[in-house]
């Protein structure tokens, strides 16, 4: 747990509303799961601890907290990011209906927010290229396909 949380704070320190929101969903969805994960163990400990106690009570509230956050299940834009990059690795182009829930739910509608990713994304790419960090270059070159695409598609709509 103590590693995850360093990650989020990492994470967090770093952040800035100049980075890419897709790189930001991916790399913020990765946490949020080792987190729950690490939750749900402490609560498994709490519980096995807690079995010996008298109360009763204590036992009951650690196991409503553990169906809490397994309820935590929202839905996750980033499986609609992921289903469009993996499809790009295999010359796949995207559904519509993927690019309007990636385009809506990360609020990519205008071409001010277009651009602003589009220039957050290129400067990921160029620091994945001065670092040699070749699996984060390939996945930011599918995220810039993806910009790409949704451009494309936010040219059609306009042109109806």
């Known amino acids: 747990m103590d590693m995850t949380v360093n990650e989020a704070r990492e994470f967090m320190e770093n952040w800035s509303l100049k980075m890419s929101k897709i790189s930001s969903v991916l790399l913020s969805d990765a946490l949020l799961i080792k987190i729950q994960s690490s ?15 008298p109360s009763s009570s204590s036992i009951s509230g650690v196991q409503h907290c553990m169906q809490q956050i397994r309820c935590l299940e929202q839905e996750r834009i980033t499986e609609h990011i992921t289903e469009v990059l993996g499809g790009q690795q295999d010359d796949i182009i995207p559904s519509t209906n993927l690019l309007i829930e990636v385009t809506e739910s990360l609020g990519l509608t205008s071409n001010q927010e277009l651009l602003k ?4 994304v290129e400067k990921e790419r160029m ?10 270059l390939a996945q930011t070159n599918r995220i810039v396909d993806l910009i790409s695409h949704i451009r494309d598609y936010m040219q059609k709509i306009e042109r109806i």
Do not use: D
Request: one cysteine or more; glycine letters at 4%.
């Open 127 to 136: 620091n994945a290229q001065v670092n040699q960090n070749k699996g984060q």
């Open 117 to 120: 990713e589009s220039v957050a």
């Open 39 to 53: 939750s749900l163990e402490i609560c498994r400990i709490l519980c096995a601890f807690l079995e010996s106690s």
